[in-house]
């Protein structure tokens, strides 16, 4: 017997997906690259865990102030309180806050 996780809506929370990465500006620094496709598992906390992982991104501290994460235009800590999974073609993208005055 298989074992399958899927969500309230019967979706398998544990096949990969293919998803856009977009890095902007200084984020491109841990990546190299502007955006990039990745194969991740639709639980929005599990890949973008992943990708900050893959590219060593230093996340704890000042970067995790400057920079925000958003889920097809969606800050990510939205995106989770609305329980929503990524699906494929969605974007994730990680953008830096400019300061300014």
């Not at 190299?32 to 890949?47: C, F, N, T, V, W």
Request: hydrophobic share 35%; no cysteine.
């Amino acid at each position: 017997m298989m074992n399958r996780k899927n969500n309230k809506n019967g979706i398998s929370t544990n096949k990969k997906i293919m998803v856009r990465v977009r890095f902007i500006t200084i984020m491109q620094r841990y990546s190299g690259h502007k955006e990039i496709r990745m194969e991740l598992l639709p639980d929005p906390s599990q890949a973008v865990k992943y990708i900050i992982d893959k590219f060593q991104i230093p996340w704890s501290g000042q970067l995790e102030k400057s920079t925000r994460i958003f889920i097809n235009k969606r800050e990510l800590n939205d995106f989770l309180r609305s329980g929503g999974l990524l699906k494929p073609g969605d974007t994730i993208a990680f953008i830096p806050i400019s300061g300014g005055g």
